[in-house]
């Protein structure tokens, strides 16, 4: 079965340092990943995807990830946090539901990413 | 590109009564939505899935005659919350996805609270 595990629950920071939100996935088959924000009293937001190709994806904003197959993981990383990146972050791995023909996203617990001035 | 908007925001019901919420995709064909639920500070848990012109797939545990989803067309779903009760209050999202994609589009979300 596939599961998404967010290692951190809350993450704090000071603004302009680097951050690491981390995400490790388990799978069987082939996955397709993504991360989104979710500000608060809002709904989620595509931060960024893994479908194929390059393993390093990038957001408008400064965010990346990297997909590593051989860990199981796709951690998000900035190399300078804004206070306005203060937000949750949720993983989430796409699961094939073949009778249906159709894909639902399984999500991580997510992770409270708490920039400080 | 690929909004997704919710109606209401927010809205406040008495015990028994339904309310229904609307999750439209406002500028691309909806093959599926997607209808959860988020708790405070936790994670969201699919209630259901549907495809435009079938029934809804309901997760385990989740009672489909509680939470009735209606998918009418490739813009439109609708979850009804039937004889709500104070523990049906909680935060409610809608997401859409496109046929042969994978990443879903979120709506903004639903506050619900039973009184």
């Known amino acids: 079965a596939q599961s998404v595990t967010q290692l951190d629950s809350q993450v704090p920071v000071f603004e302009e340092a680097p951050v690491e939100l981390r995400c490790n996935y388990s799978s069987s088959v082939s996955v397709y990943l993504f991360w989104y924000v979710q500000y608060p009293n809002q709904g989620l937001q595509l931060l960024l995807k893994y479908l194929s190709g390059s393993t390093l994806v990038k957001s408008i904003n400064g965010f990346e990830a990297e997909f590593n197959k051989s860990q199981t993981s796709f951690h998000l990383r900035k190399p300078s946090v804004h206070i306005s990146d203060t937000a949750e972050y949720f993983c989430a791995v796409s699961l094939t539901i073949s009778f249906g023909g159709y894909n639902k996203l399984i999500f991580g617990a997510g992770t409270r990413l708490a920039v400080h001035p | 590109g690929a909004v997704v908007s919710q109606h209401p925001s927010r809205v406040i019901c008495k015990s028994g009564t339904s309310v229904k919420i609307e999750c439209r995709s406002l500028d691309f064909q909806a093959t599926t939505m997607f209808w959860y639920r988020q708790f405070p500070k936790q994670s969201l848990m699919l209630m259901a899935t549907?495809?435009?012109?079938?029934?809804?797939?309901?997760e385990q545990g989740v009672e489909k005659d509680k939470f009735l989803i209606n998918h009418a067309s490739l813009t439109l779903s609708t979850l009804t919350v039937t004889s709500a009760h104070p523990e049906d209050s909680s935060f409610y999202i809608c997401?859409?996805?496109?046929?042969?994609?994978?990443?879903?589009?979120f709506g903004p979300g639903t506050r619900l609270t039973v009184t």
């Open positions: 549907s495809n435009e012109g079938s029934k809804a797939t309901y």
């Open positions: 997401s859409a996805k496109i046929r042969d994609r994978y990443e879903q589009y």
